[in-house]
Nanobody, 121 residues
């Protein structure tokens, strides 16, 4: 199995910043992509940002210019630097990875438990 452990969520005032981290561990052969999704109360889970092992990055339109995703491939870790946070950014943020386990032929999607981000004054 692959485990994802997130950290860095919390309460921040509008205009503030937060940095989320997520580390993947377990019987990992390779990681194709890592990223972040979020789910606000009463809404569907949505993409925030993803980055492939090849370096391709995809951001949701709602966060472009305010969010930066980065990865430390050696540590199987992905970061999400969020600036100029708005109340609409309030959600549970989930780490996501597309990875191949040792001994497996195909990649699978794995999810973290989620970390709460609340933007409020």
């Amino acid at each position: 199995q692959v485990q994802l452990v997130e950290s860095g969520g919390g309460l921040v005032q509008p205009g503030g910043s937060l940095r989320l981290s997520c580390t993947a561990s377990g019987s990992i052969f390779s990681i194709n992509a890592m990223g972040w999704y979020r789910q606000a109360p009463g809404k569907q889970r949505e993409l925030v940002a993803t980055k492939t092992s090849g370096g391709s990055i995809n951001y949701a339109d709602s966060v472009k210019g305010r969010v930066t995703i980065s990865r430390d491939n050696a540590k199987n870790t992905v970061y999400l630097q969020m600036n100029s946070l708005k109340p609409d950014d309030t959600a549970v943020y989930y780490c996501n990875t597309l990875a191949v386990m040792r001994g497996a032929l195909l990649s699978r999607t794995y999810w973290g438990q989620g970390t709460q981000v609340t933007v409020s004054s």
